[in-house]
């Protein structure tokens, strides 16, 4: 699985667009940009997936570049309860999750 | 069940004593997943199933745990002689086939066991 890169820790203020980016250079070709979150003594939650186009749902957008070298998650309106540890994960699909520290978004008021 | 259910979801053991640590899966999942999360860590993969078999366990620690999922639903963890860095929280996820129209791959988390050995 390749590995990804993300920034340790971001804070946005509530209301706001909250811009989380994520280096995967060396993604493959059948990989999977997944974004996950985890809010404090829960389990991770699925936000958003995608393979080369972007991708909305009523969580996020997920903007991936056209080389698939990195990819933005945008959480369009930041609540309070949006902050969390963000995973992003570059993975073949169905396999297991490798996981990396994360970043973490503190969305303030 | 409506959800991913572990339990139990607070064990403190000596160390040296055995534990084990449930996970229901969502009704009619066929994958199940076991990761292992240390204090202000991301979460580490231990172990993967489908269906009964076990088809990967490259993540486990040592020899000292042990996971299994019998019938093909209920799987348990098994961790013998606890040490001290077995502490964590042990987080058990399902999901569906990949061959499902519907599946998004996406994994779904229970909320964990979290273990403290002593």
Known sequence: ?109 | GAGVSQSPRYKVAKRGQDVALRCDPISGHVSLFWYQQALGQGPEFLTYFQNEAQLDKSGLPSDRFFAERPEGSVSTLKIQRTQQEDSAVYLCASSFPFFSRTDTGELFFGEGSRLTVL
């Open chain 1, 1 to 109: 699985d390749a590995k990804t890169t993300q920034p340790t820790s971001m804070d946005c203020a509530e209301g706001r667009a909250a811009n989380l980016p994520c280096n995967h250079s060396t993604i493959s070709g059948n990989e999977y940009v997944y974004w996950y979150r985890q809010i404090h003594s829960q389990g991770p939650q699925y936000i958003i997936h995608g393979l080369k186009n972007n991708e909305t749902n009523e969580m996020a957008s997920l903007i991936i570049t056209e080389d698939r070298k990195s990819s933005t998650l945008i959480l369009p309106h930041a609540t309070l309860r949006d902050t969390a540890v963000y995973y992003c994960i570059a993975g073949g699909y169905g396999n297991k999750l490798v996981f990396g520290a994360g970043t973490i978004l503190r969305v303030k008021s």
